[in-house]
């Protein structure tokens, strides 16, 4: 067993441990699959997070297989290229207005060394990382969470903002109304260091 599977396997028996709903949640879910992606540059996990903002899984890879059509020379384009793309381009992949101006933005900002490469990003304080990344027009705390955990492979990590983590939980424990931002965090405190595979758990509540 790998060290990750290790720590997934401590964290499901912690979360088990937290009432009957989570013990037969888990148990119903099976072993956490969560797959980070360090290999990718905080600068391109960033774009990708954007393009997923307020979108359905398949909607966001749509417009994201267009976008990366654009550059068929290279895997994904560097901040010049993307900054070098005209508006109509990036509009007929699918990318609205706001975050045609936020991808800009970040490409920018990678040049200018606001946004930090992956060594970088990785020793930086969660919310010192949050509050330099935020001042970004269109990046939203959300956005850079989704960089902490799928890039940055941060296993604390729980986005009370995420619609399907709050409805996950609303669904998990029966309840009339999805917990409050505030409420979410206070009951995440019990789930540390493990926010991340709970968000993980969260995601997959069935809808009943």
């Avoid at 990344?133 to 955990?149: F, Q």
């Avoid at 609303?170 to 309840?175: A, E, F, I, T, V």
């Amino acid at each position: 067993m790998t060290s990750l599977e290790t720590f997934y396997t401590q964290a499901a028996a912690h979360l088990s441990q937290q009432d009957p709903a989570w013990a037969a949640h888990i148990a119903a879910i099976g072993p956490c699959l969560h797959t980070p992606l360090p290999t990718r540059d905080p600068y391109q996990a960033l774009v990708r997070a954007i393009a997923y903002q307020q979108l359905h899984a398949r909607a966001a890879e749509a417009i994201l297989a267009r976008f990366l059509a654009l550059y068929p020379d290279a895997a994904f384009p560097t901040p010049a290229q993307l900054l070098a793309t005209t508006p109509e381009q990036l509009r007929a992949c699918g990318f609205s207005g706001r975050k045609i101006n936020t991808v800009q933005a970040v490409a920018q900002a990678r040049l200018d060394g606001l946004v930090p490469d992956h060594d970088e990003a990785r020793q930086l304080a969660h919310e010192v990382l949050i509050e330099r990344l935020t001042r970004l027009p269109g990046v939203g705390r959300w956005t850079v969470e989704m960089l902490l955990i799928y890039t940055l492979e941060q296993m604390d990590i729980l986005p009370v903002d995420d619609f399907g983590v709050r409805e996950g939980y609303r669904r998990l424990q029966g309840l009339a109304a999805q917990p409050t931002r505030k409420h979410l965090q206070e009951l995440g405190t019990a789930w540390s260091p493990y926010r991340t595979v709970a968000t993980w758990y969260l995601w997959r509540v069935p809808t009943k």
